[in-house]
């Protein structure tokens, strides 16, 4: 019989001496209450309790953890309904307000992040929600953090993953960026036309100059070349008359022969003033081609030389 005492009060202090200690794994912490009330929290390592007094009533990490936003239906400002879904990266800093201040931490931060989506996706319009999605996350940022403060609660960050409008909506969107898409078409196709034009027109307006000063320039070597043609003629003109004057004063016979040459000329010009239809003849003695050769011959021997050069 005192054996059996012996090993019920062994058992006993066994499980007292056990219950006395309390180990907490790292990055947790806990909360013990004595008799009801809170007593003190229990950090990472070995803690003394006091046996059937002390009770560990709650125990959590201290990590980030990760929140999951299932996709909810908000008004944009413009009236239109979409859907939106996020996700909220938090960790406990205060162990004794987690538990204290509000019961089922999760739930309420949940619920907090839901109201705090519809208001944000309700001061925007449509376009808005998707060109401006960082400004979202920073809004949502400091409004959750501020208001999960006194649940001992930092919120290190909130991403918006999906943000889709109703069936209806993403249709006239299709529509509407098909008719954008045409319209830049249309316009890029007219710009591309109207280029071309400008290019075709500038093209053949520096054709046409090119070709007019190259007709220029034709003509102003033409009209040099008959120039020159015809000052050459006229200074052998010139220079054939001396010949025949002075080869005259010394052979009283070269006047018959100038004359023989004079007619033949003459007659050489009938025939081709003749074969025009149009023509009008004026007739000379070849008798008097001789006086009026000398006639030329004694004015131009009072010209100046060098208008003598140039007088055909």
């Known amino acids: 019989m005192p054996e059996f005492f012996l090993l019920i009060l062994l058992a006993l202090g066994g499980s007292t001496a056990i219950g006395s200690v309390k180990i907490i794994n790292e990055k947790h912490e806990a909360l013990v209450e004595s008799l009801g009330s809170y007593k003190k929290k229990l950090t990472p390592g070995l803690n003394l309790m006091v046996p059937f007094i002390d009770k560990v009533v709650y125990q959590e990490t201290t990590r980030e953890k ?18 939106a879904d996020a996700v909220v990266y938090w960790k406990i800093v205060d162990m004794e307000k987690a538990y204290y ?33 960082s400004e979202i996350n920073e809004m949502l940022l400091r409004e959750l953090d501020i208001a999960t403060d006194p649940w001992g609660v930092k919120v290190l960050r909130v991403e918006l993953r999906d943000i889709t409008p109703s069936k209806a909506v993403q249709d006239s969107m299709e529509l509407q960026m098909t008719a954008e898409r045409r319209k830049r078409a249309a316009i890029l196709t007219s710009e591309g036309e109207r280029d071309a034009a400008i290019n075709s027109a500038q093209g053949k307006a520096e054709a046409s100059i090119l070709n007019a000063e190259a007709d220029k320039k034709s003509a102003v070597l033409r009209a040099e070349a008959e120039a020159q043609k015809e000052v050459l003629k006229a200074q052998a003109t010139a220079r054939a008359m001396d010949i025949l004057m002075d080869k005259m004063r010394s052979d009283p016979h070269a006047k018959e ?30 008798a008097n081609m001789f006086s009026t050769l000398e006639g030329m011959r004694s004015v131009l021997g009072d010209m100046p030389h060098d208008l003598k050069d140039n007088r055909y």
């Open 257 to 286: 022969a100038l004359q023989f040459i004079l007619a033949q000329d003459y007659l050489t010009m009938g025939k081709v003033v003749g074969s025009s239809e149009s023509s009008k003849i004026m007739f000379m003695d070849p």
């Open 66 to 83: 990760v929140l999951d936003i299932a996709p909810q239906s908000c008004i944009t400002k413009d009236n239109v309904a979409i859907s």
């Open 101 to 133: 201040r509000v019961e089922n931490l999760q739930k309420a931060i949940t619920n907090l992040v839901l109201t705090q989506i519809r208001s944000e996706m309700g001061k925007l319009e449509l376009d808005q929600t998707f060109t401006a999605r």
